[in-house]
Nanobody, 123 residues
């Protein structure tokens, strides 16, 4: 299984950015997908997740109303649209996949991980 995250970059506060995660080596529609982030010196934290088939979504309180997770099962890709970005959103963003967990905020509960993509929000 490979998860390849991309789309990170530098953006000003208030701006928008979309990160993507392309998956291979798994039956994508059967997996819940999640996004986590990790800032320097901090623990990895849950951002959002989406179920495999009916696309139920879940968000951390800190990003509700600003971020939107979506998926395209035909392209084996999950997206995270980030709007109204704040400097505190600066982190490496990781995608994760798992057959059974969806709402777990614990990184250890998720089976597969991508390599991460850096998002930097300047003030």
């Amino acid at each position: 299984v490979q998860l390849q995250a991309s789309g990170g970059g530098l953006v000003q506060a208030g701006g928008s950015l979309r990160v993507s995660c392309a998956a291979s080596g798994l039956t994508f529609s059967r997996y819940g997908m999640g996004w986590f982030r990790q800032a320097p010196g901090k623990e990895r934290q849950f951002v959002a997740s989406i179920s495999g088939s009916i696309s139920s979504t879940y968000y951390a309180d800190s990003v509700k109303g600003r971020f939107a997770i979506s998926r395209d099962n035909a392209k084996n890709t999950v997206y995270l649209q980030m709007n109204s970005l704040k400097p505190e959103d600066t982190a490496v963003y990781y995608c994760a996949a798992d057959r059974t967990v969806l709402t777990s905020i614990r990184p250890t509960a998720w089976q597969y991980w991508g390599q991460g993509t850096q998002v930097t929000v300047s003030s």
